[in-house]
């Protein structure tokens, strides 16, 4: 158990509590638990069964921790102590795995003594005088082991009945019990102890199929250590992580995991992160890098200024968003809920009418009915087609979560599953958002050091990201970087156009083309140096071949050189002074190199169209687009446009968005889903995104689109196989062709099992890559349910 308060004004009457309540896991239980919390002080109850957790907002002046744990103690389920979690341990020697083996070892004699011992069968006494449906109770020997096995079975399911029975839920708890008790009532002890054990090890065996689900979450729970050595003082202490403050330092050693987010202060080395982002490679760590709660430092010591709490860190925050997947119902679900709620009554109905109309309408003997009755309550239990849904989610989300992506919810993994259209961003997305410079062009008497010398001394107190990429270019050319300092002032940022200064004794220009025009430059004849009849160039491919003049040589800038760039999505910044030109340089942002595989990878799991929205210029967005293999290009876009473009997508089927979740945000809203990529410890993408892409990797983008479609089959077939087999058990059952050990074997605990393995199997869904799929099959994409 656990309570923090609210953090605002507000909120500052209630608290949030949480709970672990390890028997919560269906539906049902879920749904008992939220009734016994309908009081008065409660704001808001959220049940996760597939996580065995429920968290409660209440006014702590009205209801406290203890009131509202006794309220939930009182509706059947133990709440746990707060360090524990919902998984059993030793589930198959608890106390009730215990009886019910004493209880199945009792039936199992009763049947030897019924059936291959007639004559050790003695009739021991006859109770009662016609109490019975069909006359008294006879007590043999076989009766006694049969009872037995009920006494040792039964009361945990009764208890449980009574409980179902007091809240007025018509659950399998009270179905069980109304049948172990009808079967008693008119002396079929072979049914009711048959009912008792199976259902019990049916219990046993679903819990255990919960607990793997549940598991899969603990594991990730777990990838942040409880303990960190924080130094203090200038000595080392190891702590609670919880204890740890904003702004300490921590001592993480080789082979320690990172106890807290946080920004490296001291050394060096190789962490792997793979934890939080999916990413395999470990990413080189120094001083200025952040790193994350959960991760693991491979080599180097590193000291680490805690930037966040424990319970704030970013692995803090996908256990919570993993563990609320199921907050709210799927379209599959609530179809679930709807049928459920009439199946259940409909075939209770038929069982009642079985029992009492059967001898009157059909004729024969009592028993048979009642027996037949009795098969039929089992199999008005709903629970195999009802958890088929919430355990497929929690298996594919946690799935995710452990290849680096966060899947906010059941409702979005399913709404990717119904997309036609993905749009994507461009800067960041389909390229790295990382600028480069690609062409050095010198024009009249310069070489590449001496533009880019000038080039540099104009651009460095610029903030604009080309500047800052011209800066790092030339800082890393040893022939630019050690020339002299050149003196500048007078700097002026011109909008939309470039930069002027003075530069020495002169006023020189860095910018777009347009600003050269407006300066009266003919773009269309600029000169360039020769060195014995070769063309200085500098560096790049796309400038053209220079033409021959009565003065040299000369480039057409505005008719060839200029386009040519462009045409290749570069950025062209022009510098010179009032009077010359001095050189052309280009600059461009890196298109991924996985960026055309995840296209194409998505064009084969079955999306339509993949169309690019962008605020960049219309031919730059052209050239990237066909270099990656885009459907269609949308340039020039401000971000209430690319929401209007998002919208006129859906007009066509589902959209799914991909943005860094900050500057797209509103595109990513109007979205069926907003997918946020390099989103760790980006609290914003995490907020605002349907699903994160922890890493800065565009292969997980078709993971998503992959799983999802895996899970819309998994869930569609377990509820297909699951009606399928109940309905059949039900037209069975009133014509005795079903048996009560055949209802519970197979339409209880072996559907419950079946469906639960099958969402399980979403666990070992891998990233596909580059190097791993060649060869991509197509991937049937269908709605699992209306």
Same mark, same amino acid.
């Given at each position: ?11 500052? !009457? ?55 744990? =006794? ?20 589930? #198959? ?6 009886? &019910? ?21 003695? *009739? ?5 005088? /016609? ?55 008119? @002396? ?15 219990? *046993?065996?679903?819990? #255990? ?13 777990? %990838? ?74 491979? =080599? ?59 001898? *009157? ?44 992506? %966060? ?17 994507? $961003? ?8 990382? %600028?480069?410079?690609? @062409? ?16 540099? =001394? ?106 040519? %760039? ?48 962008? /605020? ?10 066909? &270099?990656?293999?885009? !459907? ?26 991909? /943005? $860094? ?86 339409? !209880? ?38």
């Amino acid at each position: 158990m656990s309570e923090r308060s609210g953090a605002d004004d507000a909120a500052a !009457d209630e608290a949030e509590l949480r709970l672990t309540v390890p028997e919560m896991d269906c539906a049902s239980c879920a749904q008992k638990v939220e009734n016994a919390l309908d009081r008065e002080g409660v704001e808001s109850v959220d049940p996760r069964p597939t996580a065995g957790v429920v968290v409660i907002t209440h006014d702590p002046s009205v209801i406290g921790s203890k009131g509202i744990a =006794a309220a939930v103690e009182n509706a059947g389920y133990e709440v746990a102590d707060s360090d524990s979690d919902a998984v059993s341990a030793g589930l #198959f020697t608890s106390p009730r795995a215990v009886l &019910t083996a004493v209880g199945g070892v009792s039936l199992a004699a009763g049947l030897v003594l019924e059936w291959l011992l007639p004559g050790a069968n003695a *009739l021991l006494a006859t109770v009662g005088g /016609g109490i019975g449906v069909v006359g008294p109770w006879e007590v043999s020997t076989a009766s006694l082991a049969y009872l037995l096995a009920i006494g040792v079975a039964a009361p945990p399911i009764l208890r449980n009945g009574y409980y179902s029975l007091r809240g007025a839920s018509l659950d399998i708890d009270l179905l069980m019990s109304v049948g172990v008790l009808a079967a008693l009532a008119i @002396d079929l002890p072979f049914e009711a102890a048959t009912l008792a054990v199976l259902f019990s090890t049916a219990e *046993l065996l679903e819990r #255990f199929s919960v607990d793997r689900a549940r598991t899969s979450l603990r594991e990730l729970m777990e %990838l942040s250590p409880d303990e960190a050595v924080v130094i203090r003082d200038g000595a080392e202490a190891t702590v609670p992580a919880a204890a740890v403050a904003v702004g300490e330092r921590l001592a993480v050693r080789p082979g320690d995991r990172v106890p807290l987010d946080g920004v490296v202060r001291e050394g060096s080395g190789a962490v792997d992160e793979s934890p939080i982002t999916g990413e395999s490679i470990p990413a080189e760590k120094a001083p200025g890098d952040e790193v994350y709660a959960g991760s693991i430092n491979e =080599a180097g010591y590193l000291e680490v200024e805690a930037t966040a709490p424990a319970g704030e860190s970013t692995i803090a925050q996908v256990v919570e968003l993993v563990e609320a997947a199921n907050g709210e119902e799927t379209r599959a679900e609530r179809f679930v809920d709807r049928f459920a709620g009439v199946y259940t009554p409909v075939v209770v109905a038929a069982a009642v009418a079985t029992t009492l109309l059967g001898t *009157l309408v059909v004729g024969g003997p009592a028993e048979t009915w009642v027996v037949r009755g009795l098969t039929l309550l089992v199999i008005a239990c709903p629970c195999a087609f009802v958890i088929s849904t919430p355990v497929s989610v929690v298996s594919g989300v946690t799935a995710a979560a452990r290849n680096g992506v %966060l899947i906010k919810g059941g409702q979005h993994l399913e709404a990717a599953g119904d997309v036609d259209t993905v749009a994507v $961003d461009k800067t960041g997305t389909l390229t790295t958002g990382d %600028l480069a410079v690609t @062409d050095v062009v010198p024009l009249g008497e310069n070489d590449a050091a001496d533009l880019l010398a000038c080039a540099t =001394a104009l651009e460095r107190r610029s903030e604009h990201p080309v500047a800052e990429a011209i800066v790092a270019y030339a800082a890393d050319r040893k022939d630019a970087a050690d020339g002299p300092d050149r003196e500048v002032s007078g700097f002026e940022a011109l909008a939309g156009k470039g930069v002027r200064a003075e530069v020495g004794d002169e006023t020189h220009y860095a910018g777009n083309p347009s600003l050269f025009e407006e300066l009266g430059f003919d773009l269309g004849h600029a000169h360039v140096r020769t060195d014995g009849g070769a063309v200085g160039l500098g560096e790049g491919d796309d400038a053209g071949d220079p033409e021959p003049c009565e003065h040299g040589q000369y480039l057409d800038l505005a008719g060839e050189t200029i386009p040519r %760039l462009q045409a290749d999505g570069k950025t062209v910044v022009l510098v010179g002074t009032e009077d010359r030109l001095e050189g052309v340089i280009a600059v461009a942002d890196t298109v991924r190199p996985e960026a055309a595989w995840a296209v194409d990878r998505l064009h084969a799991l079955g999306i339509e169209r993949v169309v690019m929205l962008t /605020g960049d210029n219309e031919r730059t967005a052209r050239a990237i687009g066909e &270099t990656v293999g885009v !459907d269609a290009v949308h340039a020039g876009l401000l971000p209430d446009e690319k929401v209007a473009a998002v919208r006129d997508l859906r007009d066509d089927g589902g959209v799914a968005m991909l /943005g $860094d979740g900050i500057n797209d945000a509103p595109a990513l809203a109007a979205a069926d889903v907003g997918v946020a990529m390099g989103a760790a410890g980006t609290d914003t993408a995490l907020e605002t995104a349907d699903v994160a892409l922890m890493a800065d990797d565009l292969t997980r983008l078709p993971y998503v689109f992959d799983l999802s479609s895996r899970a819309s089959r998994t869930i569609r077939t377990n509820i297909a196989a699951s009606l399928g087999v109940k309905a059949a058990l039900a037209v069975g059952a009133p014509f005795g062709y079903v048996t009560v050990a055949m209802a519970v074997i197979v339409g !209880d605990m072996g559907m419950s099992l079946g469906v639960t393995g099958n969402a399980l199997r979403l666990g070992s869904v891998e990233p596909a890559t580059a190097e791993s799929s060649d060869v991509i099959q197509p991937t049937e994409r269908t709605d699992p349910a209306d």
